[in-house]
């Protein structure tokens, strides 16, 4: 009687973990409630970082590939697939192997130089989603803001995204804006 109790006890609480994460699975998170991704369906998860050097420099680093591999984290490799120059139409792929393995593929859909990077995810985990690089010149540096709006297709992509997709995602971008800093900064 008593594993009995105890295996209903489980069974609530197993039952309560995955309500839990269903309702997590359909809620939108945005981090900005404004119209400035309106265009875009999905959650916004942005990262914003005031890097001591001019934007020219930060861009110049996004937008190369050597450069751009330098304040990837460990594990984590960028392939421009199209030449230089970058450009809207270029591709590029991502491969992330970590605990798990993700890859992707982005095109470049607008170039703003210094100001603005737009990509859209062609492939993989992300499909359909966008990744935005953002410049503004601000209190004696540059606001450096990494966006991605993402929806993930299906069951099994929202519960791996609520649970685990999303706080790697958050700290690989946290540690490629430091990175970021160190090199703009000669420091890497």
Known sequence: MRTLISSRKIGAVVG?????MLIGCS?????????????????????TRLIRAPAQRLFAIVTDQE?????????????????????PGATVRMYINH?????????VEEVVPYKKIRLTFVDGFFAG???IWEFETADGGTRTTHTIIVDPRGFWRKVAWNLKVRLKHDKMVEQ???NLELVANGQR
């Open 67 to 87: 450069r751009f591999q330098s304040i990837l984290p460990e594990g984590t490799v960028l392939v421009h697939e199209s030449a230089p120059p970058y450009q």
């Open 129 to 131: 989603g966008a990744e």
């Open 176 to 178: 490629m804006l430091d």
């Open 99 to 107: 605990i798990f393995k993700l890859t992707w593929q982005s095109r």
């Open 27 to 47: 809620t939108r998170y945005r981090v900005d409630a404004t119209t400035r991704y309106a265009e875009f369906d999905g959650e916004i998860n942005q990262h």
């Open 16 to 20: 309560l973990v995955v309500l839990l």
